[in-house]
């Protein structure tokens, strides 16, 4: 599986192994990213107040304030903003492919991830049932975890394809020509004749 159909593709399997690059790489890129945004902002005095790209269980985020600059800057909420879509369908993407490898549709991510993210985005607003919601986004988002980054997938081709641990079919190696000598003179003669003709 390419780069490309990895983090923008949803369908297909991987194994538990790019799952961890995956997820690791989208982290060290939204870090990266979020730096990189922060000293823009700095260096042209635009951009104090604080940026966060956050991707239901990733996130990554930098606050900077100073020089009596207003910290409810527009430029950290507009530029995150396309960056946390962006993360969030490349992740989506995986661990959806990751679902798939444990034969499971990729819906499961709904009450995986979706249920965790809704609690943390709107969990004060639920009163006196916030402890019982709230333990049961955690045991979701954890079951949902080990489902993902630690167990093994469906061995052989399942509904959504091929093991990605299986083996590359063999191949027969190629066939060598042989050509018929008589004591290398045959094939200087040959040689000659092609350079000759040109």
């Given at each position: 599986?390419?780069f490309?159909?990895?983090l923008?593709?949803?369908?297909?399997r991987?194994?538990?192994?790019?799952?961890?690059?995956?997820?690791?790489g989208?982290?060290?890129?939204?870090?990266?990213?979020?730096?990189?945004?922060?000293?823009?902002?700095?260096?042209?005095?635009?951009?104090?107040?604080?940026?966060?790209?956050?991707?239901?269980?990733?996130?990554?985020?930098?606050?900077?304030?100073?020089?009596?600059?207003s910290?409810?800057?527009?430029?950290?909420?507009?530029?995150?903003?396309?960056?946390?879509l962006?993360f969030?369908?490349?992740y989506?993407?995986?661990?959806?492919?990751?679902?798939?490898?444990?034969?499971?549709?990729?819906?499961?991510?709904?009450?995986?991830?979706?249920?965790?993210?809704?609690?943390?985005?709107?969990?004060?607003?639920?009163?006196?049932?916030?402890?019982?919601?709230?333990?049961?986004?955690?045991?979701?988002?954890?079951?949902?975890f080990?489902?993902?980054?630690?167990?093994?997938?469906?061995?052989?081709?399942?509904?959504?394809?091929?093991?990605?641990?299986?083996?590359?079919?063999?191949?027969t190696?190629?066939?060598?020509?042989?050509?018929?000598?008589?004591?290398?003179?045959?094939?200087?003669?040959?040689?000659?004749?092609?350079?000759?003709?040109?």
């Amino acid at each position: 599986m390419d780069f490309k159909s990895l983090l923008f593709t949803f369908d297909g399997r991987i194994n538990r192994a790019k799952y961890w690059l995956a997820t690791l790489g989208m982290l060290a890129a939204m870090i990266a990213a979020v730096l990189t945004l922060a000293s823009i902002g700095i260096t042209y005095g635009i951009g104090n107040g604080r940026y966060v790209i956050d991707v239901i269980g990733l996130s990554a985020s930098v606050k900077f304030t100073g020089n009596g600059v207003s910290t409810t800057s527009w430029y950290p909420q507009i530029v995150t903003v396309p960056l946390s879509l962006a993360f969030a369908w490349m992740y989506a993407a995986v661990c959806i492919k990751r679902l798939h490898d444990r034969n499971k549709s990729g819906w499961w991510l709904l009450p995986f991830v979706g249920a965790t993210s809704l609690y943390g985005h709107s969990g004060d607003m639920l009163g006196a049932a916030d402890p019982y919601v709230g333990f049961l986004a955690a045991v979701l988002f954890v079951w949902g975890f080990f489902e993902m980054a630690f167990l093994k997938g469906t061995t052989g081709t399942n509904r959504f394809g091929a093991d990605p641990l299986a083996p590359l079919p063999s191949r027969t190696p190629a066939t060598p020509v042989t050509y018929p000598t008589t004591g290398g003179r045959n094939e200087l003669r040959v040689a000659y004749v092609i350079k000759s003709s040109r």
